[in-house]
């Protein structure tokens, strides 16, 4: 009875860590249409106060729609009207990604961990989003992303592409634009812009983004 008692046990203590593992955030206020869809859903539910997130969920707001989610490190997130917001992961690691807001406004209240050297990040279309122990608000639409630095510092910076296949070596020197016989060099990447409260950053595609005072 011990042994039976003692695995009953074991199993529960396993299957509490992973119920845990899975769960991204949970919704604290919902206000007008609201829904989530799962992973390899096409359909959404209807979002409830209470409702527990896993990573991979879609939350999307309809008109006058508004959500609030806490996320499983202490981080609160709104989300305004018709916007959609994808749960990626937890770790604040330099080659992932926490969140993306895939259309709409969002406002990130994100929780300082001074025991993770990683940014909370954050993508978009066209841009790459890290924060650390700051207010930002993230607006995405179909000419590009502006993001609103409310509080603390913000960087952003263009989307991660896939390295291009090797280029041929020109003759002449390189130099920007076209060169004999066609070949053409492109310019350098853009580098991350800085934003600090109170500011805007404007990305529009192709563009490093830019700064100026709200």
Same mark, same amino acid.
Request: hydrophobic share 40%; charged share 20%.
């Given at each position: 009875?011990?042994?039976?008692? /003692?695995?009953?046990?074991?199993?529960?203590?396993? &299957? &509490?860590?992973?119920?845990?593992? &899975?769960?991204?955030?949970?919704?604290?206020?919902?206000? !007008?249409?609201?829904?989530?869809?799962?992973?390899?859903? $096409?359909? !959404?539910?209807?979002?409830?106060?209470? *409702?527990? *997130?896993?990573?991979?969920?879609? *939350?999307?707001?309809k008109?006058?729609?508004?959500?609030?989610?806490?996320? $499983?490190?202490?981080?609160?997130?709104?989300?305004?009207?018709?916007?959609?917001? *994808?749960?990626?992961?937890?770790?604040?690691?330099?080659?992932?990604f926490?969140?993306?807001?895939?259309?709409?406004?969002?406002?990130?209240? $994100?929780?300082?961990?001074?025991?993770? /050297?990683?940014?909370?990040?954050?993508?978009?279309?066209?841009?790459?989003?890290?924060?650390? !122990?700051?207010?930002?608000?993230?607006?995405?639409?179909?000419?590009?992303?502006?993001?609103?630095?409310?509080?603390?510092?913000?960087?952003?910076? %263009? %989307?991660?592409?896939?390295? %291009? =296949?090797?280029?041929? $070596? =020109?003759? #002449? =020197?390189? #130099?920007?634009?076209?060169? =004999? !016989?066609?070949?053409?060099?492109?310019p350098?990447?853009?580098?991350?812009?800085?934003?600090?409260?109170?500011?805007?950053?404007?990305?529009?595609?192709?563009?490093?983004?830019?700064?100026?005072?709200?």
């Amino acid at each position: 009875m011990k042994r039976i008692t /003692a695995l009953f046990v074991a199993v529960m203590m396993v &299957s &509490s860590q992973v119920f845990a593992a &899975s769960v991204a955030g949970t919704v604290k206020v919902v206000k !007008g249409g609201v829904d989530v869809v799962k992973a390899q859903a $096409v359909m !959404g539910k209807v979002a409830k106060e209470g *409702l527990n *997130l896993s990573f991979d969920d879609i *939350l999307r707001t309809k008109r006058k729609g508004y959500a609030e989610v806490s996320f $499983v490190d202490g981080s609160d997130i709104k989300v305004f009207e018709k916007s959609r917001l *994808l749960l990626l992961g937890q770790d604040r690691t330099k080659d992932g990604f926490n969140a993306e807001i895939q259309k709409g406004k969002v406002l990130f209240k $994100v929780e300082k961990m001074h025991e993770v /050297a990683g940014d909370f990040r954050i993508k978009t279309s066209n841009a790459v989003i890290g924060v650390k !122990g700051t207010v930002v608000a993230g607006m995405v639409d179909p000419t590009g992303t502006t993001v609103e630095c409310i509080s603390g510092l913000v960087v952003v910076g %263009p %989307p991660l592409l896939p390295p %291009p =296949p090797p280029a041929p $070596v =020109p003759v #002449a =020197p390189p #130099a920007f634009g076209s060169q =004999p !016989g066609g070949l053409a060099i492109a310019p350098p990447p853009p580098t991350p812009s800085c934003c600090t409260a109170p500011r805007f950053c404007f990305r529009t595609a192709g563009t490093a983004g830019s700064c100026g005072s709200s």
